[in-house]
C-alpha cells in the first residue's frame, strides 16, 4: 500500500506495524544508465513487495550517501551525519503511526553502514526494529550465474535491473563505452599492504562504472527482480510474525561465562 497515492481517511483505519522504505541515490552511472538507477531500483522492488504483502510502502528517500562520485555531474549527496539524522527521524516519525518495524529497502552500497547505525540506535533505546535490506545480496548466487564480468557499481546486474523497470532511461547504445571505458573491479587493487587506499569512484574507473555491461538483458533483469522482491516478501513476512519484544535488545542482557 503506498501511503503517497492515499487519503489520510484511508489510511486512518489501516493495521499493521510492518512498513517499507526505499532508499536510494541520485548519482552518476556512466554513460548509459540514469543518475536515479539506485532509487528507481529500490523504488520498484519496494512497491511490488508492498502490493503482494499489504503492508505501506511509504515514499522514496532518493538522496544518499555519495561524495565518493562527486566528480561526476548531476551526482547528488549528503554529509553522513546528516543522512543518518534524517532517516532516524523520519523512521520515528513512522513509530507515531504504530509502526514498529521497518525494512529499508536500499539499492546504494554507500547507504548500508549508515542505515544499520540508525537501525541500531532504534532498536537500542526500544523505539523500533528497523533493518537495511540490499537486494543483490538477497541473490548473490543468481548474479554470479548470470553474468561473466561483475561490476559492484553501474554493472551488468544493475543495468538488467533497469532494463526490466525503467527501459526507456537505459542508453542501449551506450553499453559498449560503458565497458570500454569503465574498469575490471579488482578487490586486490584496493589494498596496499592490507590498507584500503583510495577514496573515490574516479581513481579505479573513467567513467565510473565497472564490469561488463554488454551482457545484461531485459529477460535477466525480470529473472533478478522477481527472485529479489520474493526475497523481500519473505522477510516481511518473517519480520511480521515476530514479536516485538523478540526484536528489541535487552538492555539487561549479560554475556555468559565461559566453560
Known amino acids: 500500500m503506498l501511503v503517497s497515492h492515499r487519503t489520510w481517511p484511508e489510511l486512518q483505519d489501516v493495521t499493521g506495524s510492518v512498513a517499507v522504505v526505499p532508499i536510494g541515490s541520485t548519482e552518476q552511472h556512466g554513460p548509459h544508465l540514469p543518475e536515479g538507477t539506485d532509487y528507481l531500483i529500490a523504488e520498484a522492488l519496494a512497491r511490488e513487495a508492498s502490493d503482494r504483502t499489504g503492508h505501506l510502502c511509504t515514499p522514496t528517500l532518493p538522496i544518499g550517501v555519495s561524495s565518493h562520485h562527486r566528480h561526476f555531474p548531476g551526482t547528488m549527496w549528503v554529509e553522513p551525519p546528516v543522512f543518518r539524522d534524517f532517516v532516524e527521524s523520519f523512521t520515528r516519525n513512522l513509530t507515531a503511526h504504530g509502526i ?18 540508525v537501525g541500531r540506535r532504534l532498536q537500542q533505546d526500544g523505539t523500533a526494529f528497523a533493518i537495511e535490506w540490499m537486494w543483490n545480496e538477497s541473490i548473490p548466487d543468481l548474479i554470479d550465474d548470470a553474468f561473466d564480468v561483475l561490476g559492484p557499481h553501474g554493472g551488468p546486474k544493475e543495468t538488467a535491473m533497469v532494463m526490466h523497470i525503467a527501459p526507456d532511461l537505459v542508453r542501449e547504445d551506450r553499453l559498449e563505452d560503458a565497458r570500454d571505458g569503465g574498469a575490471t573491479f579488482e578487490h586486490d587493487a584496493e589494498r596496499v599492504h592490507g590498507a584500503t587506499t583510495f577514496y573515490d569512484t574516479i581513481e579505479h574507473s573513467p567513467n565510473g562504472v565497472f564490469g561488463d555491461q554488454t551482457d545484461a538483458t531485459p529477460e535477466i533483469g525480470q529473472q ?8 523481500l516478501e519473505a522477510l516481511l513476512e518473517w519480520l511480521d510474525e515476530r514479536p516485538l519484544e523478540e526484536l528489541l535488545t535487552d538492555s539487561d542482557l549479560e554475556p555468559e561465562p565461559g566453560p
Open 100 to 117: 514498529d518495524r521497518v525494512v529499508y529497502v536500499n539499492a546504494h552500497g554507500g547507504n548500508v553502514v549508515h542505515l544499520r547505525e
Open 224 to 231: 533478478l527482480f522477481e527472485a529479489a522482491t520474493d526475497q
